[in-house]
């Protein structure tokens, strides 16, 4: 059986580079076609377009696959019609009119505290910070690696309502990062039951579970391609 491409969609305080190790399980796997969209994260709609042109430059069935922001990000972008699954990892699952920043808002993250807007608008994750409110399962080195290439976003994507999500009729995979500093996990819940989620899994992990238990995550992207294609 071909396997499908997979687009790989990160989310706020980092870049495309936060999958290299869900890439390379997927290629242990056999997945040939792997892409990882590097959003720009100046708003919603162009995070949005950006997926949606390198899913219109595959041929065949996708899936697409969100983690943090990048939830909000493939539920605009996965309309597409070549999009046959939808993965969530530790991600926003915004309804039509809700925003990242709105669902946040209902459980306040551990690490919330610890963001900090600049003089342009971008809003920074303390570097002094980052290890323990994103990564704290990875090493101390890895952390300050990440801290210190952090893509920072423009707040004011945060509030940006998601339109028709994708979710409510595409089949979804959802998985819960039961230590997470970032989205609490108590929203990941609500948000996984609410999208009637064809599985959901709990990882004992912080928000970058990508990185900490990367097989695990490679094993869910892979049990939703399986599923979609058969």
């Known amino acids: 059986m071909s396997k499908p491409t997979v687009i790989l969609?990160?989310?706020f305080w980092g870049g495309a580079?936060?999958?290299?190790?869900?890439i390379l399980e997927l290629s242990r796997r056999g997945y040939t076609d792997i892409r990882a969209v590097e959003n720009p994260l100046t708003s919603l709609a162009d995070d949005a377009e950006r997926t949606r042109k390198m899913i219109a430059q595959v041929n065949g069935p996708v899936v697409l696959v969100g983690h943090s922001y990048g939830g909000a990000v493939i539920s605009e972008a996965g309309n597409h019609p070549d999009v046959k699954a939808l993965v969530y990892i530790a991600a926003f699952?915004?309804?039509?009119g809700e925003s990242p920043g709105g669902i946040t808002q209902q459980h306040l993250p551990?690490?919330?505290?610890n963001l900090a807007p600049d003089s342009d608008g971008y809003l920074w994750l303390k570097a002094d910070k980052f290890h323990e409110s994103f990564c704290q399962d990875l090493s101390a080195e890895e952390g300050l690696v990440m801290a210190v290439t952090q893509k920072a976003p423009l707040a004011k994507t945060f509030g940006d309502p998601v339109t028709a999500p994708a979710w409510k009729h595409k089949p979804s995979w959802y998985q819960v990062s039961s230590q997470d500093h970032m989205i609490a996990p108590e929203n990941q819940k609500w948000m996984s039951a609410r999208m009637n989620a064809r599985k959901v899994v709990t990882l004992n992990a912080s928000h970058a579970s990508l990185a900490s238990l990367p097989v695990d995550v490679a094993a869910l992207i892979d049990e939703a391609a399986v599923a979609t294609a058969a």
């Open 110 to 113: 551990a690490a919330a505290p």
């Open 93 to 96: 699952a915004p309804d039509a």
């Open 17 to 22: 580079a936060h999958w290299a190790k869900v």
């Open 9 to 11: 969609v990160h989310g």
